[in-house]
């Protein structure tokens, strides 16, 4: 939530900023803001709504060209967004500007303090405290960084800040703790920001910053310091994927994009997994493999497209180890007293590493004494920090708020983490677990097999474009794609739609079926016949209720043509592996659907890519 960046260099600073910002909007998108340093001021303009909106503005306020300054993009907590309450804040004597991502819990305790010395803020916000705080020890005399650290300490929840001061014109400020934040190396100049998106274009060099740290950049140093002021062990590392892979390379939106790239962020996951003897080799598992054979119970913890990962990988997990599984929303994990302890491995996943919720539940599995494995897209971000072991999903920078590459490479490390926990316990032997790992391998040509044929699926879209509700029905890893292809339609074209499991649907929901409403079935493939054909009879009792039933089904599955009043094929794989290939029409419809009805796609009202708080 809120992206941010600060510049110190020889470059324009206003169009590093707002092209940095372009590539963080996907982390917010209620109002954006700049301010830049020059002559001793600050110059400043911010603008409710998307950049476009502080675009138009700038255009209109000739800020100076200098080689300082900061800018914010908001999804807004405390305050409305408008003008006022967007970012950058300045102190009242006016030398401070500053950006905030996350929440001041205890600033209105704060405010009154101010209040009482006389300066009243003129923002709704929980940030502007923070801006008036440091104005008031620059005032006094403290160089920006003491003053940040004297600050950051006063300060309950989750912040990330920069901050510039107008009579100092060589440095940037910045702060973190429970919220993103990296460093970017440059040559001569140096950045900060909430991800290395936004300054990619100039160099690949980032700098990871630890919980309550503070960083202070100029054109050619920077300085990380503990809230305390004592020199700080920091971990550098070059970004693996570069400018193309954060633009849209000619595609509409970056959510079409995304999908397309998911062959190449399948494979790329699964490289360098094996030996040459076909051995799993997981090289961030930093958990011994004696610990593992120690594990009596898996608990999986997450959010929204992740969580409908981990229920996937409740099935492989189980059917390939037999160790018991349970997946959570991370939201409730920490509130119902979980039974958690040393043989307990928890496995937080996030596309992100930084989702609050997912954070906060992995803390308090920590505190139990759970072993934690993260499976995350973000190389540095917090939840693999604070985990004990990492699996990174190799799906380059996901821009689409929608999660689509996220998924099915989170699908891609959950399986590997399940065959490398049979490997390690024995409950699958060697030639199982490689014949497995082939399939695996076969997996980019098998989606890419349904990225070429997608008429069927384009067409739907536009024939549904008005359907005021859509159904989702799967069984056994099925019930998941059907949650998923839900959420999509429901984040990005902002209908009703329902993902059930297929059987429960008699119990309930089989009310809600109306003439013309259209259902998506995904049938399981036809090796597990009781399964395929419980779910054929599924598909028959709405069919027999007036739905108009769109059926996801393997290419020579004949038996359910007579239930399908528009059939889509999927290649045949196995079972546990088909959320792989059964997603892939299900983002397309949404993603075209939500197109056709004029919606921004890859901003979907009211969310935001990374969600930082609770
Ligand atoms: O970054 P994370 O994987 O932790 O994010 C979790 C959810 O917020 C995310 O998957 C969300 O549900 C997506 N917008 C769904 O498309």
């Known amino acids: 939530m809120c992206g941010i960046v600060g510049y110190v260099g020889p470059r ?4 590093v900023v707002v092209e940095g910002l372009r590539r963080l909007e996907y982390r917010g998108y209620d109002s954006a803001g700049v301010a830049v340093v020059s002559q001793g001021r600050q110059f400043l303009t911010k603008k409710a709504g998307k950049i476009a909106n502080l675009d138009k503005a700038l255009a209109e306020s000739s800020l100076p060209r200098t080689g300082l300054g900061l800018g914010h993009t908001r999804w807004a907590t405390h305050g409305a967004p408008n003008d006022v309450n967007a970012h950058p804040h300045l102190s009242a004597n006016g030398r401070v ?3 905030h991502n996350g929440i001041v819990e205890n600033y209105a305790r704060l405010r009154e303090e101010l209040a009482r010395e006389g300066i009243t803020c003129v923002s709704e916000t929980d940030t502007e405290v923070v801006a008036q705080l440091l104005g008031l020890q620059v005032e006094a005399g403290v160089p920006l960084d003491q003053a940040m650290r004297a600050v950051c300490v006063r ?4 912040f990330t800040l920069v901050a510039t001061d107008s009579e100092n014109p060589d440095v940037v400020v910045a702060a973190r703790r429970n919220s993103p934040l990296v460093v970017g190396v440059g040559d001569g100049e140096n950045f900060v920001a909430s991800d290395v998106a936004a300054f990619i274009e100039y160099t690949r060099e980032a700098i990871e910053l630890g919980q309550d740290q503070v960083v202070q950049i100029t054109r050619d140093g920077v300085e990380v310091t503990t809230f305390d002021g004592l020199p700080a062990d920091v971990r550098g590392y070059h970004v693996d994927w570069d400018l193309s892979a954060a633009e849209k390379g000619g595609y509409d939106w970056f959510m079409r994009k995304e999908i397309f790239e998911q062959p190449k962020a399948v494979a790329d996951t699964l490289l360098g997994r094996h030996d040459a003897d076909g051995k799993l080799t997981l090289d961030e598992l930093r958990i011994s493999d004696a610990e593992l054979r120690t594990i009596d119970k898996i608990v999986i913890i997450a959010c929204g497209t992740a969580c409908y990962a981990g229920l996937v990988a409740k099935y492989a997990i189980e059917h390939w180890t037999r160790i018991p599984c349970e997946v959570e929303l991370a939201s409730e994990f920490r509130y119902r007293d979980p039974i958690v302890g040393p043989t307990t491995l928890v496995v937080a996943i996030s596309q992100s590493g930084e989702t609050a919720d997912t954070l906060m539940a992995l803390r308090h599995a920590r505190e139990q004494r759970a072993r934690v494995l993260a499976i995350c897209n973000t190389n540095g971000s917090t939840i693999p920090r604070e985990s004990d072991a990492v699996i990174y ?3 380059g920078p996901e821009v689409g708020v929608a999660s689509t590459k996220g998924f099915l490479t989170q699908l891609v490390a959950c399986y590997l983490l399940g065959l490398y926990l049979a490997q390690v316990r024995g409950t699958k032997f060697d030639d199982e677990i490689r014949a497995t790992m082939r399939e695996l391998e076969s997996m980019p040509a098998a989606i890419s097999d349904v990225l070429s044929d997608i008429d069927t699926v384009m067409q739907l879209a536009a024939d549904f474009v008005d359907a ?22 429901k984040e990005l074209a902002y209908i ?22 259209p259902v998506f079935v995904v049938i399981p493939p036809q090796g597990r016949d009781m399964l395929h054909d419980k779910v054929v009879s599924n598909l028959q009792e709405v069919r027999a209720r007036g739905a108009r039933t769109i059926v996801l089904a393997e ?4 038996e359910v043509t007579p239930y399908a009043d528009v059939m889509i094929r999927l290649p045949k794989v196995s079972t546990l592996l088909q ?22 796609v890859d901003q979907p009202r009211n969310l935001a890519k990374s969600v930082t708080v609770e």
């Open 468 to 489: 005021p509700s859509v159904l989702f029905l799967g069984r056994h890893v099925g019930y998941p794609v059907a949650l998923e292809g839900a959420l999509k339609l």
């Open 97 to 99: 500007a500053l950006v």
């Open 12 to 15: 324009a600073a206003l169009d």
């Open 496 to 517: 009703h739609a329902e993902g059930f499991a297929a059987g429960e649907l008699k119990h309930g929901p089989i009310a809600l079926i109306e003439d013309q409403l």
């Open 579 to 600: 959320p792989l290939v059964a997603i892939i029409p299900l983002q397309i419809f949404a993603c075209e659907l939500a197109s056709r009805k004029g919606h921004d």
């Open 155 to 158: 300060l309950q929840g989750a």
């Open 555 to 558: 290419v020579d599955d004949d």
């Open 393 to 395: 999903t190799h799906a």
